[in-house]
């Protein structure tokens, strides 16, 4: 068994895994059917990057990165944070504040900012990380409430 403070490598897959699919239901859509953790329309498509934490062999945290102009309509803004999860046992560890910094890193390269649904417990990650609130509070049915949240590197 992994210890909850074992070195955590981050690690870009090639595709979704069990694992992390499993991660997202259990953090992301729990008393949801199990299909509900996969995105069919983004999660395939190459431009999309999905992001691993990695307690060895383990996988304890996951991310991903898609395509997708921002709905506010800010054109330097095309990439969406998605499906942001870490195992409990690992949280508060500062394995989420590192996988969005590794996503910022992606999204410097693509000359993009980023923007997501921060649900409330996540604000505070997104808010250390350089995002911004740019919405009301809003409720996504059977998940909760949220504020968009944006990014931009030269903000
Ligand atoms: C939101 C979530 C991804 C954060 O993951 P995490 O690994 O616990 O995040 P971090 O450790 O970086 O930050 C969490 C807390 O740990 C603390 N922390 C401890 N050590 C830290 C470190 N070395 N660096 C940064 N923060 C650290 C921070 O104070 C932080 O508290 P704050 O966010 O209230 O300011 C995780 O709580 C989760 O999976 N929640 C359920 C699913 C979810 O809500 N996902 C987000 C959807 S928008």
């Known amino acids: 068994m992994?210890?909850?403070?074992?070195?955590?490598?981050?690690?870009?897959?090639?595709?979704?895994?069990?694992?992390?699919?499993?991660?997202r239901h259990r953090l992301l859509r729990k008393g949801?059917?199990?299909?509900?953790?996969?995105?069919?329309?983004?999660d395939p498509?190459?431009?999309?990057?999905?992001?691993?934490?990695?307690?060895?062999?383990r996988l304890v945290g996951c991310a991903t990165m898609q395509a997708d102009p921002s709905s506010t309509g800010n054109p330097t803004c095309r990439l969406r944070i998605r499906g942001m999860?870490?195992?409990?046992?690992w949280q508060g560890q500062g394995?989420?504040?590192r996988m969005v910094q590794q996503l910022q890193?992606?999204?410097?390269?693509?000359?993009?900012?980023i923007w997501c649904n921060a649900r409330i417990l996540a604000v505070p990650m997104y808010a250390r990380c350089g995002f911004e609130i740019t919405s009301e509070e809003f409720d996504m049915p059977l998940i909760g409430p949220h504020y968009n949240m944006e990014w931009n590197d030269a903000s």
């Open 85 to 89: 999860a870490v195992d409990p046992a």
């Open 105 to 113: 890193q992606w999204a410097r390269k693509e000359n993009s900012g």
């Open 2 to 23: 992994v210890k909850p403070n074992a070195p955590v490598a981050l690690c870009l897959l090639e595709d979704v895994t069990p694992a992390l699919l499993d991660l």
């Open 32 to 42: 949801q059917p199990p299909e509900s953790a996969s995105y069919p329309d983004v």
């Open 45 to 57: 498509l190459p431009t999309t990057k999905h992001l691993g934490a990695f307690a060895e062999e």
């Open 95 to 97: 394995i989420g504040t």
